[in-house]
Nanobody, 127 residues
Framework: VQLQASGGGLVQPGGSLTLSCATS????????IAWFRQAPGKGREGVSC????????YYADSVKDRFTVSRDRANNMVHLQMNNMKPEDTALYYC?????????????????????WGQGTQVTVSS
């Protein structure tokens, strides 16, 4: 099982960025995928999760209406479109594979449901 996050970078406040998570080594549609982030000196925070089956999605309150998660089933990838970005979005972003097909909102608050993680990609929001 492999997950590789990419797409991070420096963006100005109010700008947009899209992160991608390339996956391999498992049946893509059978597992939910989530994005977490960790800012310096803080714990890991769940950002969004998308189920493998019907593609149901969940978002942290801090990113609702600004971030959109989607699945690219043809390429076994998950994307996180981030709009209207804020300095507090600055963090190392990780993608992770859930141990089950369907994620729930509570999964954003517990990393224990995710057995496989990619390396992080740095996102910095600054003028």
């Amino acid at each position: 099982v492999q997950l590789q996050a990419s797409g991070g970078g420096l963006v100005q406040p109010g700008g947009s960025l899209t992160l991608s998570c390339a996956t391999s080594g498992f049946v893509f549609n059978y597992f939910a995928i989530a994005w977490f982030r960790q800012a310096p000196g803080k714990g890991r925070e769940g950002v969004s999760c998308i189920s493998g089956d019907i593609g149901s999605t969940y978002y942290a309150d801090s990113v609702k209406d600004r971030f959109t998660v989607s699945r690219d089933r043809a390429n076994n990838m998950v994307h996180l479109q981030m709009n209207n970005m804020k300095p507090e979005d600055t963090a190392l972003y990780y993608c992770a594979r859930h141990d089950r097909e369907t994620c729930r909102e509570i999964d954003l608050h517990w990393t224990g449901a995710f057995g496989h993680w990619g390396q992080g990609t740095q996102v910095t929001v600054s003028s």
